[in-house]
């Protein structure tokens, strides 16, 4: 099996869904029963993550799902926007920005807005691995 290096870096024109006009972004990253988070980032409308998270491919569940949300301390979070990816399709390396869009059938289109960038590598399961020259 492959395996699939996600780097999300950043969002981009968020929604504030704050009273002081901000969010607290942070991002849930779904495939295969796998979930990782990055970390949240305070009172921005365009959060920088950088983080990486790796996932093995395999057939036919390769669509990675990404959600966006603002963490709130008092209440549940809320819903900034999601979209999806075929991680099988993007070829080796890819640096893709995706648009947000709400969940089928639930009211979140009226509000969701920006997109969100992300960096992946495919790495084909036997290919040689990178050496860090400073190892060998």
């Known amino acids: 099996t492959a395996t699939a290096k996600v780097t999300v870096r950043h969002a981009?024109?968020?929604?504030?869904?704050?009273?002081?006009?901000?969010?607290?972004?942070?991002?849930?990253?779904?495939?295969?029963?796998?979930?990782?988070?990055?970390?949240?980032?305070?009172?921005?409308?365009?959060?920088?993550?950088?983080?990486?998270f790796s996932y093995k491919l395999t057939p036919g569940a390769s669509v990675l799902l990404i959600q966006v949300w603002d963490w709130d301390r008092a209440s549940r979070d809320d819903f900034?926007?999601?979209?999806?990816?075929?991680?099988?399709?993007?070829?080796?390396?890819a640096e893709l920005?995706?648009?947000?869009?709400?969940?089928?059938?639930?009211?979140d289109e009226g509000y969701v807005t920006g997109t969100v960038t992300v960096g992946v590598e495919v790495v084909a399961a036997g290919s040689a691995a990178t050496v860090d020259k400073d190892t060998v």
């Open 80 to 93: 900034l926007g999601e979209c999806t990816v075929d991680l099988a399709s993007v070829g080796a390396s």
């Open 12 to 52: 981009t024109g968020l929604a504030a869904m704050d009273s002081n006009g901000f969010s607290d972004p942070y991002a849930l990253l779904f495939l295969n029963g796998e979930k990782h988070k990055t970390r949240t980032v305070m009172k921005t409308l365009n959060p920088v993550w950088d983080a990486t």
């Open 97 to 107: 920005e995706l648009a947000l869009h709400g969940r089928a059938g639930k009211a």
